[in-house]
């Protein structure tokens, strides 16, 4: 195709990305090096009979005046990043000095806003994407294994927990664990225990969010290796069982073998997407136990004061996580690109 | 397959089963519940006493005299105005879907047909895009939609989720022209059509197997969005998931607690149907990144 038909194809969709995906990220950035105006404070000299007094009020006008004309607001650097909020070195200073084992400054660290977001996001991240990968692959395999009458059926179910809106999803499984649903009121039999609560519990709702991780995530792991194992390469796999292997040399030699390329694509997407983890943490009201980086940035932004300053330095670190977590691949793609 | 199927020992027969049932259970259980324990009062959808009241409706039979209820329904749906939640979702669903399809065809098409670099770089940059949590975009919406007074409008969520859309509906599309062969429209532009004639008159007719697909997961997005449609928009131009949200704030009230879980059912209805009349087009689409590319 040539350049310029090319360019007016694209056009659209490339200015649609330009201005609401790369813009909002430059924005981003700008609004996370500035802060709030403060307010303009004017001396009033107030005379009475007896003598002259000076007081200081909040010059309402002038401020509104100074946000009108820059409401970036002032210029801050970087102290929004350092602030307690958000890296708190300070603090994390002060942590590493007192605390006398790994453990005390770990504990100490989860005190802190920000890295009990980034904790919990990359726990999450990376003990459901193995889960997904492993749940998904035995799925799979099962329905494989499965009568073709049955496999539309088994499909249409295995589906549903992925379509379903992740907010709807999370508190449908919020609402069974809740201590007077089906799910809360059987482990508190198992546990023998009558006040046995999931929410109230930290661990807890760690297990319960990544639960549902996984059961929201497995259908697309179950898919895409399902369509995987339609196209195993039979020849081989006959050829493995005249050898003599057994059910599970075939799996271990030729299926998982076959299925490794879609293992990367499929730790690429959940990586992605496990890395936002956010409308559980919503739907749970876990916020007290477990945040999320995502989550982080929608309670700056949300309520009365809306923390732009906040949300955006949130936001820039949450980028730069983002993009750790995507270099490996990007750099993997390229070199592929180069070959050819 | 079936003497593959004779030769399977009992044993992993009954694995078989044994995790299908399982899966099974885990994965459908859940709906049928909510939907069953929709028509309950809350006190048996929330028994304190039995969890099997959920089943009987022991407290819905002395509350209302009948054994299922539509009062969590009609709470939702005319009392707390989730008709207009559902009219706003249509309304978002319908111009996401057409505008991104619109969009993404032409540059999906393009970038199938072009051998130069900078379309390599055009597809990896949007990979980078779609990486992007929207949740972050929204941050740098905000300060600029508040100072141009752009904030609120269906039309604004309109447009930003059709470029949150947009990565993943160009690669898509990508991928389905790459599978219709260049021979089609190059000998179409060889009898004298232009290239948008040849897209027009050649390309269009053929694609629409890949554009329904793509439609579908477009139409996903725009409804199960929550951290865009959320902040985005006014009260009254809220869509369904922010609503469902709203509902979770006011559960202390007796009876609101039901109120979300029926506009939780009516939410997922829909999504049901889809996949119900369209579970090929949606594994299809679920495997075409993965497997052809």
């Known amino acids: 195709m040539k350049h310029k038909p090319f360019f007016w194809f694209v056009l659209p969709s490339a200015l649609a990305m330009l201005l609401f995906i790369f813009f909002p990220i430059v924005s981003v950035l700008v609004q996370s090096v500035h802060v709030d105006h403060e307010q303009v404070i004017k001396t009033v000299e107030t005379c009475d009979l007896f003598g002259c007094k000076e007081s200081t009020t909040v010059d309402q006008g002038a401020t509104a005046a100074l946000r009108a004309e820059r409401p970036l607001g002032q210029f801050a650097g970087l102290t929004t990043y350092a602030d307690i909020n958000h890296l708190a070195i300070n603090k994390v200073g002060e942590n590493w000095q007192q ?15 920000f890295y009990k977001a980034i904790g919990f996001t990359l726990t999450f991240t990376f003990i459901v994407t193995p889960l997904v990968i492993i749940f998904g692959f035995i799925i799979a395999v099962a329905v494989n294994a499965a009568v073709q009458k049955i496999r539309g059926p088994l499909i249409f179910f295995s589906l549903l927990p992925m379509m379903i809106t992740p907010l709807v999803g999370a508190l449908i499984l919020f609402w069974m664990v809740d201590a007077r649903g089906i799910i809360g009121a059987t482990l508190q039999y198992l546990a023998g225990d009558p006040d046995l ?45 005249v050898d003599g292997a057994n059910r ?18 499929i730790a690429l997407m959940q990586l992605m997407d496990n890395f936002r983890v956010f409308e559980p943490i919503v739907s749970f009201s876990a916020e007290a136990h477990a945040t999320s980086l995502s989550w982080a940035i929608f309670n700056d932004l949300g309520g009365e004061t809306r923390q732009l300053s906040s949300a955006a330095a949130t936001s820039v670190l949450t980028i730069i996580g983002v993009a750790i977590l995507l270099s490996p691949v990007l750099v993997r793609t390229w070199r592929e690109f180069d070959r050819k | 397959m079936s003497s593959k199927a004779q030769r399977q020992p009992v044993a992993i027969t009954f694995l078989v089963i044994g995790v299908l049932a399982i899966w099974m259970i885990l994965a459908a259980f859940p709906f049928l519940w909510t939907l069953w324990g929709s028509f ?13 009241n959920a089943l009987t409706g022991k407290l819905t039979v002395s509350e209302t005299g009948a054994r ?53 770089w055009f597809l990896l940059s949007a990979l980078i895009f779609r990486a992007m949590p929207p949740i972050t975009l929204v941050s740098g919406y905000l300060p600029v939609f508040f100072q141009w007074n752009l904030w609120g409008h269906t039309a604004t969520t309109i447009i930003v989720l059709v470029a949150i859309n947009q990565p993943f509906t160009l690669w898509m599309l990508h991928s389905f022209f ?14 004298g059509c232009t290239r948008f004639q040849a897209f027009r008159n050649v390309i269009i007719p053929v694609m629409w197997p890949g554009v329904i697909t793509t439609g579908l997961f477009s139409f996903l997005l725009a409804y199960n969005d929550f951290a865009v449609t959320t902040m985005l928009l006014s009260k009254e131009n809220q869509t369904m998931i922010p609503k469902v949200a709203s509902f979770l704030g006011t559960t202390q009230t007796k009876g ?38």
């Open chain 2, 256 to 293: 609101n607690v039901m109120f979300a879980v029926s506009a939780v059912v009516s939410v997922t209805a829909p999504l049901f149907l889809m996949v119900l009349f369209f579970q090929r087009q949606i594994v299809g689409g679920l495997t075409a990144g993965a497997v052809k590319g």
């Open chain 2, 40 to 52: 309950k009062v809350e006190g048996d959808f929330f028994s304190k006493a039995n969890w099997a």
């Open chain 1, 248 to 265: 599970w040399l075939q799996i271990r030699h030729v299926i998982i073998p076959h299925l490794l390329p879609l293992t990367t694509f």
């Open chain 2, 68 to 120: 299922v209820t539509g009062d969590g329904y009609y709470g939702a749906w005319v009392q707390e105005k989730f008709w207009l939640a559902a009219w706003n979702s249509a309304i978002v669903c319908f111009f996401v879907v057409t505008i991104s399809l619109t969009l993404g065809t032409l540059g999906g098409y393009a970038l199938a047909r072009s051998t130069y670099r900078y379309a390599f």
């Open chain 2, 178 to 191: 790459k599978n219709i062969p260049a021979e089609l429209d190059e000998s179409a532009m060889v009898d």
């Open chain 1, 99 to 113: 605390s006398n084992s790994w453990r005390e400054f770990g504990s100490q660290m989860l005190n802190l806003p």
């Open chain 1, 197 to 241: 609560s999931v929410k109230a519990s930290t661990p807890l709702t760690w297990i319960m969010l990544m639960v549902y991780g996984v059961w929201h995530a497995a259908p697309f792991a179950f898919i895409v290796y399902y369509a995987g194992l339609q196209s195993v390469n039979q020849d081989t796999l006959e050829a493995a069982r």
